[in-house]
């Protein structure tokens, strides 16, 4: 796996290295010592998957808020997606700033975003599946969010939404 720091502090993309032969590929997602060398303490307790079936579709931003706040490896196993950190932590330099990988099934990038920052995607294909591996495992009644279009952050989305639930469309602006 190679790890590449991006501006925001503590979010890694993390690029699986495939062996090919004439079977296909069989590639390393996760490996705790690989990720201990690149500096990076993560050990995950649960592994989710999203499946959405439309393109389009927005999920986030969200986050676990403190005392169960995750960290979250995030990959695409079907189709591709437009994934969006921001930082969230008051104290970090990279305040309300973002940062957005194309990930997809192609090019087994992965997103490493760190408890603190909020994270959401949006499909840029139909039937687009994408893996969550996290830490710690989630807890009911600490879920948080902010609002895909907040002008706080003005992520750059390549496309409006057509499928975003209630929830994620009316979180109030970010006053932190």
């Known amino acids: 796996m190679k790890f590449s720091r991006t501006k925001l502090a503590g979010v890694f993309r993390v690029a699986a290295e495939p062996h090919r032969d004439a079977r296909g590929a069989f590639a390393r997602l996760h490996c705790p010592d690989e990720f201990a060398a690149a500096g990076v ?5 649960q592994t989710s998957l999203s499946c959405n079936p439309h ?8 986050y676990q808020a403190a005392p169960h706040a995750e960290a979250k490896l995030v990959r695409v196993t079907r189709g591709r997606v437009f994934d969006v950190a921001v930082d969230l932590r008051p104290g970090s ?28 995607f949006l499909t840029l294909e139909a039937d687009t599946d994408v893996l ?9 009644g600490h879920d ?3 609002r895909w279009d907040d002008p706080a952050f003005g992520v750059a989305w390549p496309h409006r ?3 975003i639930s209630d929830r994620d469309a009316t979180y109030p602006d970010y006053d932190a």
């Not at 997809?104 to 408890?115: C, G, T, Y």
């Open 144 to 146: 948080a969010g902010v």
């Open 132 to 140: 969550y591996q996290i830490a710690p495992a989630y807890r009911p």
């Open 161 to 163: 939404p057509s499928l």
């Open 93 to 120: 330099p990279t305040h309300r700033q973002w940062i957005a990988e194309e990930l997809s099934a192609d090019n087994l990038m992965a997103l490493f975003i760190p408890e603190g920052v909020a994270h959401g």
């Open 55 to 62: 393109a389009l579709t927005l999920r986030g931003l969200h």
């Open 41 to 45: 303490a993560f050990a995950p307790a």
